[in-house]
């Protein structure tokens, strides 16, 4: 995944910059960058963050960052920002999304008589680098965004810093937000929302889909219309990896979270003792699904994360598990003899899950019953790399649609169908597979509900296919 930040203001954009930059730590885990229009180029910097705080490793450089114009991100992957000499002048962009069409649109580059490509140290090339050059393809900014936005299969959210402002554009179809704040003499352009409050911003206006403006120190201009009706906004912003304080598009994180607990609360009958959580983004669903049945909220596990890294950080599934499972310190007085529920945002792969119930049960636990705040897992997102699964077939529903069929299903509406036998017989078969006394899984359409936009303008792809 990844997270951007971009300040324009009549003083110093420096310290904006570097904190609004760091509220998005919690959307990757690779590479940190910041760059500042000095006046005359760009003062920029690059940090590998995968083993240290962006602060930490922010913090000397903010002596030699001096200008009022900055942009910054979070990634990943690829380090950005990446700053450019064109026809349009001297900039710098970085951008949020999935090129899944990378290779083509790299083809026609060379075509067009773009000579090169640099690669990263993995040997592959960094999406920014072919959205630039996709700009970089018309006369202007605005048609060069636009010919980006339109040629790019996937997503892509994204800030140009020019030496005139910067263009702030959201993907076409509104996957990812983008969000405008502003304070006496500043404005900025950001992915959370949640950045505003301790920078003394207040929200101005959230970019439609595929819209296009320019921040300057003295305003907003609006350089693309957007189009409402393409909205497809990523759900899973507000069940799993936004920021509880942030919202999109109106909804609150925490709310939305809450409100679909309380759902899953209504609809179930197990007999618990205590309700409990998978930390952290599992926390707010679990009390709302607590507070709606009356059962006691509790912690029977303590995450630690002075030193622990997020567990999806390392490449190999063998460490993230054992990172996942070094985190979580249990609390036996709240778990021995315990019927215990646990609250996930969602379930993926079930390794770490099965490794995290085993914890329970050695700690004597009576039942480990889990519900997941989102519906089964069927399909592979090809929006947003959220996750680092390679293969659909790494998915927990995925693997149990295989030993149910015996081979790679063609009926993945069916297993996508809670009202239907496939459906009832995957989820039995995980949660046998994982060890959970019970499984269960959130509703589609309870889950709609709770964040509380028009259904069709929210992305379900991951759970049932449709686009």
């Not at 930059?21 to 910041?34: A, F, N, P």
């Not at 070094?326 to 609390?331: A, S, V």
């Not at 063609?410 to 169908?417: F, H, I």
Request: aromatic residues 10%; charged residues 25%; glycine residues 8%.
């Amino acid at each position: 995944m990844g997270g951007l930040f971009g300040v324009v203001s009549k003083n110093s954009c420096v310290m904006d910059l570097y904190f609004g930059t760091d509220y998005h730590s919690h959307l990757g885990t690779s590479r940190g960058g910041m760059a500042v229009w000095t006046g005359n180029g760009f003062a920029r910097s690059i940090h590998n963050i995968e083993n240290i705080q962006f602060r930490s490793r922010f913090e000397v450089d903010l002596k030699d960052m001096k200008g009022n114009m900055g942009i910054g991100c979070i990634s990943d992957n690829e380090p950005q920002p990446l700053t450019v000499f064109s026809h349009l002048g001297y900039y710098a962009i970085t951008t949020v999304g999935r090129i899944n069409n990378i290779d083509q649109l790299v083809e026609k580059s060379f075509k067009k008589n773009l000579i090169h490509f640099l690669e990263m140290s993995r040997g592959e090339l960094n999406p920014t680098e072919v959205v630039a050059a996709l700009i970089d393809q018309e006369s202007t900014f605005k048609d060069g965004i636009r010919h980006a936005q339109e040629s790019i299969e996937g997503s892509c959210t994204m800030l140009v810093l020019s030496k005139e402002g910067i263009y702030a554009a959201r993907d076409l179809h509104g996957r990812t937000p983008l969000i405008i704040g502003e304070k006496e003499g500043a404005y900025c352009a950001t992915f959370e929302s949640c950045a505003f409050a301790n920078l003394g911003y207040r929200m101005k206006y959230e970019l439609g889909p595929g819209e296009i403006v320019l921040l300057t120190p003295d305003g907003i201009k609006q350089v693309s219309p957007p189009n409402r009706d393409k909205m497809k906004i990523c759900a899973f912003l507000w069940v799993y990896y936004g920021y509880p304080s942030s919202e999109y598009e109106g909804v609150n994180v925490e709310i939305m979270r809450n409100r679909n607990g309380a759902v899953m609360a209504r609809k179930d009958n197990v007999e618990v003792d205590l309700v409990a959580a998978i930390p952290d983004s599992g926390v707010a669903h679990a009390i709302g699904y607590a507070n709606e049945a009356k059962i006691p909220y509790g912690r029977p596990f303590i995450k630690y994360t002075p030193t622990w890294s997020r567990s999806f950080t390392p490449q190999s599934q063998k460490v993230r598990n054992l990172v996942a499972r070094m985190k979580l310190m249990p609390i036996n007085e709240l778990i021995k003899g315990k019927r215990l529920l646990f609250c996930d945002d969602s379930i993926v792969r079930g390794t770490q899950m099965r490794e995290t119930v085993e914890l329970l049960y050695k700690a004597d636990a009576k039942e480990a019953h889990i519900r997941s705040a989102c519906p089964p897992l069927v399909y592979g997102c090809k929006y947003l790399s959220f996750s680092r699964s390679r293969s659909e077939l790494d998915l927990a529903t995925r693997q149990a649609i295989k030993k149910l069929e015996g081979n790679e299903s063609t009926a993945l509406d069916e297993y996508s169908d809670p009202t239907t036998e496939r459906y009832h017989c995957m989820v039995e078969y995980i949660g046998k597979k994982l060890n959970f006394t019970s499984l269960k899984y959130q509703n589609i359409n309870d889950m709609l509900d709770a964040i509380g936009l028009p259904h069709d303008k929210i992305c379900t792809y991951c759970w049932n296919g449709k686009e």
